[in-house]
């Protein structure tokens, strides 16, 4: 029995979780708070994301409540020919001074992980003169794909290309890419996937093997932030400081520890603490300036020689009324903690407006251009609300404002429509229409009452044959085999486009953004396959309201023919073709306005121009 | 005499047997990153090769997807097994907790005079670049780029 419970006690301190553990999870959990994301497959898009988190946390990831200040940095250099990125950079000085490396070794979410990894009983490599020089390539990745290639593709090509993100990143691969796919809901995100997430589900996968064997692998070798935050760490605020009066620079502490440090406190040092229980001179604390936050846990007074028992008894007793009251301050620290964990899951997944107002808008406070000279009118069904705003309104009203697919159609027929088919109709209808006059007019016969009938039945079908073609009576929508709901937009040339008046061509429609890059590198595509069908083919190239530099500007010298607009402030035409906020997104019509392809993803011009041929031969 | 040698024996037994488990986990571990890896550049090739016949295919479907996933299951159970049975044995490499060895241990602890000054400096400065961030739309472009999936970014393509 005591063997067992000694047994037991031992295994209970093998694995019970240490504070920095406890810190790590917690830590993991506020930054990822957004549960919902989870479950229905859709980002954060709140307004605390104007904040970046301190640890590395993708911020596509599906809980994420905060941007990640790598992935922020490399967009704010990217943009530097427009705007000097002074915010991203004061929260990094921000996060660097007050806390530097105390960030990876207690708050970051992707170091708990490696950490985790590492605890699977494997052979493991001790770190040595190779790991240490090793170290040293964060820095050159810092250099090369955080900082160099996105100044210089933004400055010279005006194209936001965050290198590390698209190419190395795990966190980006693991959080972003695995929890959406993850999620049945995201099953169209499966289409976009190729060589990139090829590669950087090796990467990840490697990335993954190293921190197994290796501790922290990524963090000590690859971690461009981590490389970032340990440029502070020698004045850090909060973190470990070593009293080097008391120091006898035995080693212990570098011998012990499992980075590649040379001294505690050095860039190289995560602030773990786990140096404190190894250093006999009690030297080493962890501090916020002058208060001591962590004191090391050594217990001198038994160990001590020449101390007599009674120094050692009242030693004891002080330290165990210490002990006491240091456990009383904890508990109460974290009885606060999970209180404010607990307010912030409930804030971010039920109670934020931020969030639920972006369910249904993206409103923007200061869109300079978004939306302004752009009005979303439907074609014969609108009609305005209470609050003023315009409503597509069809058949039958839902909540966005468009028919469900298997009601009514939304494009009715009307008789003043079927005089008006003219404007639709392409010329061989129209000769069919002239010469079913034509002959009707050279019949001699006496026209009796039935063959006058005959002649206006026979009259109207053959209207009903011009008007089939372009008219469809398929449901409303933006899945495949529906029809998108009629819009029109006011492009940036100042001429409208009309869905309706498309009828009769293969209509594309492609989502895109300033901000995203495969959506620029596409633009071009687009625009040859405009010039080469012109005749039957309708494009219109939509921005969102969201906009960061002015879409008009951006496209000033790029000498692109289709028409562009951006989309109306409540975002409607992205509801319309069932947009998710990821870009690109392309929606392919037939000639009755029939959805044939709307998908999300970048297109090649290959499947550009199959897209193309496939819609227009559904018809043919 | 005849217990110190059974000890040693037992203890050599268990140090056999929990570094055979070690690189059984090894092993393992490795397997399942190279059968999850070649899967990929297999659907990858596979997906190429088919969508240079017909352009509207895509590289990678949910139903490829999880073909390809299937046989790494068996395995996946395995290590998670491992995984179990090692934290009720307890099993722990106790390697990592010992110091290391054979590194050029040079301990200079030095400590930066006038540190107090510098941060307080640093924060003045971090404070200002973050108003002149907010006020000139950096703020709002971080924010764009939050709430928009970067395709790219996460390896969607």
Not at chain 1, 405 to 429: C, I, K, L, R
């Amino acid at each position: 029995m005591a063997d067992t419970s000694r047994q037991n006690t031992s295994w209970q301190q093998a694995f019970r979780p240490t504070t920095r553990r406890l810190v790590q999870l917690y830590s993991a959990l506020l930054h990822n708070a957004y549960l919902k994301g989870f479950i229905s497959g859709e980002i954060y898009k709140g307004n605390a994301k104007y904040t970046c988190v301190p640890g590395f946390n993708c911020y596509s990831c599906p809980g994420a409540v905060g941007a990640c200040p790598l992935g922020s940095l490399q967009n704010a250099l990217a943009s530097t020919g427009h705007r000097a990125g002074w915010y991203v950079i004061g929260i990094l000085l921000l996060f660097g001074v007050t806390l530097g490396r105390t960030i990876c070794g207690w708050l970051c979410p992707l170091g708990l992980i490696q950490e985790l990894l590492h605890k699977i009983p494997t052979p493991k490599i001790r770190k040595s003169s190779i790991t240490r020089i090793l170290s040293w390539l964060k820095y050159v990745i810092l250099a090369v794909f955080v900082i160099a290639i996105p100044l210089w593709y933004g400055l010279s090509q005006n194209l936001p290309l965050p290198a590390f993100c698209k190419y190395i990143c795990p966190a980006g691969t693991f959080e972003g890419a695995v929890g959406h796919l993850a999620n049945p809901a995201n099953a169209s995100m499966y289409s976009m996937l190729g060589i990139l997430f090829t590669r950087k589900w090796v990467i990840m996968l490697v990335i993954g093997l190293a921190c197994i064997f290796c501790y922290r692998s990524f963090c000590r070798f690859i971690c461009p932030l981590g490389a970032i935050y340990g440029l502070f760490n020698r004045f850090n605020i909060i973190g470990v400081k070593v009293d080097t009066e008391r120091c006898n620079h035995c080693g212990a502490c570098v011998r012990h520890c499992e980075m590649d440090v040379k001294c505690v406190g050095d860039h190289e040092c995560i602030n773990c603490g786990k140096c404190m229980d190894v250093c006999k001179q009690e030297a080493i604390s962890i501090k916020a300036g002058s208060i001591t936050l962590k004191e090391p846990l050594y217990v001198k007074g038994s160990r001590h020689k020449g101390a007599n028992h009674s120094e050692k008894s009242t030693r004891s007793g002080s330290m165990d009324a210490d002990l006491k009251q240091t456990s009383r301050r904890s508990r109460i620290i974290w009885g606060i903690a999970l209180a404010v964990l607990c307010a912030a899951l409930l804030w971010f997944n039920v109670l934020d407006p931020s969030v639920n107002r972006s369910d249904h808008s993206m409103k923007t406070s200061d869109s300079s251009t978004g939306g302004k000279d752009s009005a979303l009118i439907p074609a014969e069904h609108e009609s305005e609300t209470e609050s003023g705003s315009t409503e597509i309104k069809t058949g039958s009203e839902t909540e966005s404002g468009y028919t469900e697919s298997g009601t009514e159609p939304g494009y009715v027929v009307s008789e003043t429509d079927m005089g008006n088919t003219s404007s639709y109709e392409t010329e061989p209808e129209t000769e069919l229409k002239a010469e079913t006059e034509s002959e009707s007019a050279m019949e001699s016969k006496p026209a009796t009452e039935s063959e006058s009938a005959m002649e206006s039945k026979s009259a109207m079908e053959s209207e009903k044959q011009s008007a089939d073609i372009t008219e469809s009576m398929a449901p409303v929508g933006h899945e495949v085999g529906n029809q998108l709901a009629d819009f029109t937009l006011t492009c940036y040339d100042g001429s409208k486009f009309h869905l309706a008046e498309t009828r009769g061509k293969v209509t594309i429609i492609n989502l895109w953004a300033t901000y995203c890059t495969p959506c620029i590198k596409e633009l071009p595509y687009f625009n040859d396959l405009y010039l080469e069908y012109k005749d039957d083919l309708a494009m219109l190239i939509v921005h969102p309201s969201l906009v960061t530099d002015d879409p008009e500007e951006f496209l000033a010298d790029k000498g692109y023919k289709m028409p562009f607009a951006t989309d109306t402030d409540e975002d409607t035409l992205n509801k319309i073709v069932g947009g998710t906020g990821t870009l690109p997104q392309t929606i392919v019509l037939n000639k009755k306005g029939e959805v044939t392809y709307n998908k999300i993803g970048s297109v090649t011009p290959q499947l550009l121009e199959a897209l193309y041929h496939d819609a227009l031969s559904e018809h043919d | 005499m005849f217990l110190l040698f059974i000890a040693h024996e037992t203890g050599t037994r268990s140090m056999t047997k929990k570094k055979t488990f070690m690189i059984l986990q090894t092993i393992v571990c490795i397997l399942l990153t190279l059968m999850l890896s070649l899967s990929a550049v297999r659907l990858y090739r596979e997906g190429t090769a088919r969508k240079a016949q017909n352009p509207l295919e895509s590289i990678y479907t949910p139903e490829n997807v999880a073909d390809a996933l299937a046989p790494a299951v068996p395995l996946f159970l395995i290590f998670a097994g491992l995984q179990i049975a090692g934290l009720v044995l307890g099993v722990k490499n106790e390697d990592s907790e010992q110091p290391a060895r054979g590194s050029r241990i040079r301990c200079e602890q030095t400590a930066l005079k006038r540190p107090a000054l510098l941060q307080a400096v640093i924060v003045v400065v971090a404070v200002i670049l973050i108003i002149a961030g907010i006020s000139n739309g950096g703020a709002r472009d971080v924010l764009v780029k939050a709430v928009t999936i970067c395709s790219e970014c996460i390896g969607l393509g």
